[in-house]
């Protein structure tokens, strides 16, 4: 049923989603205030549809444009919640991991940082 299958979409929108997209992007593009919380959202939604899409039976595929906008809409709506719930945190880690990428770099002796982490 439709019910079914938002629930089903939706559980692909989840913290393991969510540190999986931060993990491709690493710290450089918060840091230098490049992404926002709106679009790392977009980011999430866009890669939780597409494994969804992987998994789906056909006739979700070959649905109407309807419903696969309205999976899409689900989708970043529930992206949008997780990361807003997170994004201070989220910059959080971003900015320690950066700092520890720059300890590392100066610990082997490049004394170029990997990224300048500045307060906002």
Known sequence: TGYKRRVRVLQHVCDNRLKNVLSKLGPSPFIKEEVTHDDL??????????????????????????????????????SRKLVCAQWSGILSTMKAQAEEENAQEAADGDTSPVVEATTP
Do not use: G, Q, V
């Open 41 to 78: 959202a977009k980011m999430l939604a866009h890669d939780s549809l597409k494994d969804f899409l992987k998994e789906c039976e056909p006739a979700i595929i070959n649905s109407s444009m309807h419903t696969r906008e309205t999976f899409a809409r689900y989708c970043l709506f529930e």
